[in-house]
């Protein structure tokens, strides 16, 4: 038997993905290595998002050379958005990459590998209108038999000006219902507590007449005790009804994921990301006013094109306002294809840009620390998720926030919910102890 091993980069869907990927080919009789070192194919699942995130992969598809000098008949493949973008140009660029496989072409690659293995090179880079591996019960890597990914829907066409997405996961398409739900029922059976569901722009989801809020409502019902999480929200479509159905259920988590990008509307506008600093707010104000719990978090860029003081002042400004309880901080980065790569300057200087993105993540490591220290004396129920990774004598889990929560073990058991109380924090980790 061959053998298979999957390094995944880039966000969440690139693991449920990884998943698909190793369900696909376990069915079609390869194994999975425990190691890259023991493997005969070694797929890479690929970021193109930012330019950093390909230049960490290259850089690993170059040290693998070093392995495949000592096992000649290791194969390395290049998978997802990496691979889709750069397609055949991937293999002359990288000599020692022997096949690259778009996101929508994973059921190809038991036909990829066999050819690989005779000794040539494949390329299927083909978007989908409507693949969504609905049929496909992925095989959990990884994972902590807890915890748990469930793509609902794929691709994306926001066509915000700086992003890559649209071009290499293609057109939105939504997943089966059914399907979905049978997933979460299957995983809440083997022991599972918590799902989230994915997908790049989560409340478009739509199959018939079923929307996200009712997809949501239908998870949320498999069982109290099934925590549902969810990403990412596109802030022009975070709907009120959204908000009625996850008040509705104590089991969906009070944590809602809306990336903002810009305080400046000129940003906003140029970034094409169809909503203003004001529509933005009065979401913030809805998400409070129906679950006065909820954490917010959100995504941001530094340095987008023409953006002037005044706009990252604004940027500054709205981060103080919204008081988010995490932040993914990014430096802009010019994407090859997109509108902004077409009709846009890249024309803040990098050292600025890395100024303004240090600005960000200073005041934003202050609010969350502030934050966190309003937690004080505060008890959450906690999804016990495993041991810390500081002491064996701790445990780890989070609360529906989201929010980590490190507790002396006492006989809490991961897998279990269990009540902390929280007596200590720093900006990233809450600090408690059980509650008996
Ligand atoms: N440069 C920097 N950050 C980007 N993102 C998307 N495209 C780019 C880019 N070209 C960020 C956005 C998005 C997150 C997933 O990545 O903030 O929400
Ligand atoms: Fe990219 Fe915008 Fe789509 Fe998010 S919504 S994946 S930022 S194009």
Known sequence: MEHIYI???????????????????????YGMANDAAEADFILINTCAIRDNAEQRVRHRVRELRALQNRRPGLRVGVLGCMAERLQSRLMAEEDNVSF???????????????????????????????????????????????????????????????????????????????????????LFEQGYREVTLLGQNVN????????????????????????????????????DRLLEVMAAHENICRCIHLPVQSGSNRMLKLMNRKYTVEWYLDRVAAIRRYLPDCSITTDVIAGFSTETLEDHEATLELFRQVRY?????????????????????????????????????????????????????????????????????????????????VFDRGDAEPGTYRRVRVENCTAATLIGQLVQ
Request: proline share 4%; glycine share 8%.
């Open 7 to 29: 390094e995944t980069y880039g966000c969440q869907m690139n693991f449920a993905d990884s998943e698909v990927i190793a369900a696909i080919l376990t069915k079609a009789g």
């Open 100 to 186: 690259v496989c778009g996101p929508d072409a994973y059921r190809r690659l038991p036909e990829m590998l066999v050819q690989v293995r005779r000794g040539q090179t494949a390329a299927e880079v083909e978007l989908s209108t409507t693949e969504t591996y609905a049929d496909i019960e992925p095989v959990r890597l990884a994972g902590n038999g807890i915890s748990a990914y469930i793509s609902i829907m794929r691709g994306c066409q926001n066509y915000c000006a700086y992003c890559v997405v649209p071009y290499t996961r293609g057109r939105e398409r939504s997943r089966n219902p059914e399907t979905i739900v049978h997933e979460a029922r299957t």
């Open 204 to 239: 478009s989801y739509s199959c018939g007449d079923t929307g996200f809020p009712e997809l949501m409502d239908m998870v949320a019902g498999v069982d109290p005790k099934l925590r549902v999480r969810f990403a990412t929200s596109h802030p022009k479509d975070l709907s």
């Open 325 to 405: 309880d995490y932040a993914y901080m990014f430096k802009y980065s010019l994407r090859e294809g997109t509108y902004a790569w077409k009709h846009l300057a890249d024309d803040i200087p990098e050292e600025e840009k890395t100024r303004r993105l240090n600005e960000i993540i200073a005041l934003q490591g202050e609010i969350a620390l502030q934050n966190n220290r309003k937690e004080l004396g505060n008890e959450y129920e906690v999804l016990v998720e495993g041991e810390s990774h500081r002491s064996k004598e701790q445990l780890f889990g989070r609360n529906s926030q989201n929010k980590v929560l």
